[in-house]
């Protein structure tokens, strides 16, 4: 779905087969609380020791060498003030047309300005404020209302010398969340707090202000270096035999260590706190994306914007302790070599940069290695940027599951499968093993792959968390959510807070023992995810110190993201776990006015709608979704059931037929209409439904259960004998399988 989907709705449509006795659960009943609009409160990050900001020019003196490099550098120039110096572009009454808004770009007493369509489609004129980055593209902010401020959606492509639109394959409306006058173009919301020095939003919930702030306005020496008053008072009055004040990011950082501190602005991620402070873990201050589609391929591969971090962690590369400075200069950003230069300061060249191991011309683009390892794709209309996972090509999964692969995206006049058998002809028909297999494996529908991934240490913790919160999408057995317990003890924190949030998605009550250890977790992300859990069972920690503290930084992370349509979302969800059902439907109401194609806050909305009976709105919510996302299976799937719900079987089934035949595969929609389709007295198609399912889920005790009915409604004694046989195995002491196969004998 747009955004990242949340695991906080569930079916409250039962399809009750009465005859058999099969029932769907309905949505679990949220415990009640006192109806207190949420509101801001303070924050609760840590002062960065004694140390302030001083400025790039305190460093200077001490660090020339480093001051020149970073010059001029895209971290000089993520922003500037806009003037005849900074601006690269056109200003010269030029104009630009595209889906039939048209931006004219002028001069007029010495400042620059751009005259196009508002959040209403009329017309005005804008000041450009600041410039925002310099190369491939640069873009421009103008000044809004109440301290906001907003990148146009048109930016310069600085190598063409040509205005261009930042998204052409999409039909956006005027105030649209991803236009530039909405919520993902603001600059306080989006950008900032990558873009300058010492950031912070400073933004009021209650009344929709900014008053956002920096030290220095583009990415300053103190930017990664932290704040360095107390490094530049040490030297200035150096004191015999005193330790220096170590700074936040130094020359001697072990891999991890840089690349967690790098990954504060070169990872796609949510922020938690309202401040970076310097210390603590990147997950203290940030929660990454996971390996989900869209943001990435099914398989890890970037697809939309990761920004590195995401794609880096799942390499080989990463895991035998390279780290970003070992390819880029760390002040001026540019790679170290060029070329096949590069990779071979540490694989052997006479190995690798070789015609026998690529099998291109040598100094052809064939026989670059990153075009095999490193394939890339634009972003922002003209920014190409390489995918950080140095994986090796894999046809054989574009076959089997359709993924991207870089031969293919080479050779486009070849298959696949003519791909594939080069690679196997050349290397061998076994490949190294890889996450990817299970995880591709998972979405097919083999939970039990997505568990191995899970549960080996060995594969990426990115890659596992994903796998985790894959698996607990799917209906778990009792056992099977017992075994999740061991993963709140992972070493990994992604892992572990994957598990809470496991948890809670399951609404599985009976945790308490297990998880309120994890409210004192030494990494913040861990201690929110607790105290999310603990909200949404209803449990009453009115009386825990640490649900206490631990709350505070979940109303931050709150307050952070309220200028988000997200972080309405957010709030939707808490005000449903405390039972305020009025105040839930207000915020993400507020969420689907922010953004448009917020469709799970649709999804939410229409559940909150369907309890107080608003049937009719509930409907058009979910004829919505799938109106702007048609291959989103859990959109048909609740419509189908509410179709059931109010009498209309012919909906009832059209909808549960397309939900069953959508992926990711959805175990319930194939469940739910066979149901149906026993309901209705098509006992044989519900037969072909179930087979079709228990060849992804052979084992299935419910899918094999309804099969059964089905088998023993149409007198198929053989056939019910086999498939009741088959449930006592998964089963041996289920008394009503035992009376069954006894009536079948």
């Known amino acids: 779905m747009h955004s990242h989907k949340s695991n906080n709705y569930k ?5 009750n087969h009465l005859k058999n006795g099969i029932y769907i659960l309905c949505f679990v009943v949220i415990l009640g609380c006192k109806n207190k609009e949420y509101a801001p409160k303070t924050t609760v990050h840590k002062q960065t020791g004694h140390s302030t900001f001083v400025g790039k020019e305190a460093c200077i003196d001490c660090h020339q060498t480093e001051y020149t490099t970073w010059k001029d550098s895209h971290h000089d120039q993520a922003m500037k003030i806009a003037d005849s110096t900074t ?114 939003k400073n933004y009021n919930s209650t009344n929709n202000v900014y008053n956002t702030t920096y030290s220095e306005i583009n990415v300053s020496c103190e930017a990664c270096h932290g704040p360095a008053s107390s490094h530049v008072e040490f030297y200035e009055n150096p004191i015999e035999g005193a330790t220096p004040p170590k700074l936040y990011m130094s020359n001697n950082e072990t891999s991890k260590d840089l690349v967690q501190k790098c990954a504060r602005c070169h990872s796609r991620r949510g922020q ?75 694989h052997v060249a006479d190995t690798y940069d070789s015609s026998s191991h690529h099998y291109h011309q040598p100094n052809t683009e064939g026989a670059q290695c990153i075009n095999c390892h490193m394939t890339g794709r634009f972003y922002m209309g003209n920014d190409f940027r390489r995918d950080h996972s140095f994986r090796n090509p894999r046809p054989d999964q574009t076959v089997k599951y359709g993924t991207p692969n870089a031969c293919n995206g080479c050779h486009e006049d070849k298959t696949p499968e003519w791909a594939s058998d080069f690679i196997n ?21 083999n939970q039990n792959a997505f568990h191995t991934l899970i549960s080996e240490e060995k594969y990426p913790e990115i890659a596992r968390a994903t796998a985790l919160n894959q698996y607990t999408n799917n209906q778990l057995s009792p056992d099977e959510i017992n075994g999740l317990r061991r993963f709140l003890n992972d070493p990994s924190i992604l892992v572990r807070n994957e598990a809470v949030r496991s948890f809670e998605k399951i609404n599985d009550q009976s945790r308490y023992a297990d998880i309120e250890p994890l409210l004192r977790d030494p990494v ?54 405390k039972g305020e059902i009025d105040l839930a439907i207000k915020a993400y109401r507020k969420a689907i006015k922010m953004d448009n194609w917020l469709n799970i806050s649709r999804m939410n909305l229409a559940l909150l709608l369907y309890k107080q009976g608003n049937t009719e709105e509930v409907i058009e919510l979910y004829l919505k979704v799938i109106e702007q996302e048609p291959d989103y299976g859990d959109s048909y799937y609740m419509l189908g059931l509410l179709y059931n719900e109010i009498g209309d079987s012919k909906n009832a089934l059209k909808y549960l037929e397309i939900a069953s035949n959508k992926k990711p595969i959805n175990i319930r929609a194939f469940y739910n209409y066979a149901l149906k389709l026993q309901a209705e007295n098509m006992n044989q198609k519900s037969i072909e439904v179930i087979n079709k399912a228990l060849s992804i889920f052979p084992d299935n005790e419910n899918l094999l259960y309804v099969k059964l009915i089905a088998e023993m409604n149409l007198k198929q004694h053989v056939a019910a004998y086999n498939t009741c046989s088959k449930l006592i195995q998964l089963a041996p002491h289920n008394a009503n399988y035992q009376q069954i196969l006894q009536s079948l004998q």
Request: net charge negative; aromatic share 16%; glycine share 8%.
């Open 524 to 577: 913040r992300l861990v201690r929110i995810s607790a105290v999310r859990y603990f909200n949404s069972i209803g449990a009453d920690m009115s009386n825990n110190n640490s649900y206490i503290e631990a709350e505070k930084e979940f109303f931050e992370q709150m307050d952070m993201d309220a200028d988000f349509a997200t972080g309405q979302h957010q709030i939707g969800i808490y005000h449903e776990t």
């Open 272 to 346: 938690i706190t309202k401040k970076f402070d310097y210390e603590g873990h990147f997950l203290d201050h940030y929660t990454p994306s996971l390996y989900t589609y869209p943001t990435y391929e099914l398989d890890g591969q970037i697809k939309d914007e990761d920004y590195v971090y995401g794609s880096f962690v799942q390499s080989k590369m990463y895991h035998s302790g390279v780290k970003c400075t070992d390819c880029h200069d760390a002040h001026s950003l540019q790679l170290k070599q060029t070329g096949n230069n590069l990779c071979v300061t540490c």
């Open 425 to 445: 002809s050349k290397y061998g028909t076994q490949r190294p093993d890889h996450f990817s297999n299970y995880l591709l494996a998972g979405y097919e529908g």
């Open 87 to 200: 601006i690269l572009a056109d200003f010269n009454n030029t104009s630009f047309t595209f889906q039939g808004v048209t931006s004219k770009f002028f001069k007029k007493d010495g400042d620059f300005y751009v005259n196009t369509a508002d959040e209403n489609g009329e017309y005005q004129d804008y000041k450009i404020i600041y410039t925002y980055g310099v190369t491939p593209l640069q873009q421009y902010i103008v000044k809004f209302p109440n301290g906001a401020y907003q990148c146009l959606i048109t930016a310069w492509d600085t190598e063409k010398n040509l205005w261009f639109h930042l998204q052409p394959n999409l039909e956006l409306a005027h105030g649209e969340w991803i236009n530039w006058t909405g919520g993902a173009m603001r600059w306080n919301t989006a950008c900032a707090d990558c873009h300058s020095t010492n950031l912070e």
């Open 11 to 15: 079916s409250p449509y039962p399809l």
